[in-house]
């Protein structure tokens, strides 16, 4: 399948900033949206930020002035500056892309996720 490689995740303090990054291989087209989602214990997964292919990019709330999300279309990346990180950022962080056609039987595809956790 496509493979998305995911790095960047980490311990840091309140305050603090991380940089995640995840590439697509084995694509054969460019994505239509890539993107970063979360999950904590309890809760179902929630979207971070995503841009697209056009340029666009959404945010949660909660990440809104905090989190900047970059994407090259060329190249299937995906990069999100984390800045001023809180404890309630702390999460298992998951990269998503997505593509315009099938290829491997799907047309969307998941990292392993790494691990963000911000405490003093």
């Known amino acids: 399948q496509v493979q998305l490689v995911e790095s960047g995740g980490g311990l840091v303090q309140p305050g603090g900033s991380l940089r995640l990054s995840c590439a697509a291989s084995?694509?054969?087209?460019?994505?239509?949206?890539m993107g970063w989602y979360r999950q904590t214990p309890g809760k179902e997964r929630e979207l971070v930020a995503v841009?697209?292919?056009?340029?666009?990019?959404d945010y949660a709330d909660s990440v809104k002035g905090r989190f900047t999300i970059s994407g090259d279309n060329a190249k299937n990346t995906v990069c999100l500056q984390m800045n001023s990180l809180k404890p309630e950022d702390t999460a298992i962080y998951y990269c998503?892309?997505?593509?315009?056609?099938?290829?491997?039987?799907?047309?969307?595809?998941w990292g392993q996720g790494t691990q963000v956790t911000v405490s003093s």
């Open positions: 084995r694509s054969i087209f460019r994505f239509n949206a």
């Open positions: 998503n892309a997505r593509f315009p056609f099938t290829q491997f039987g799907s047309t969307t595809f």
């Open positions: 841009t697209t292919s056009g340029g666009s990019t």
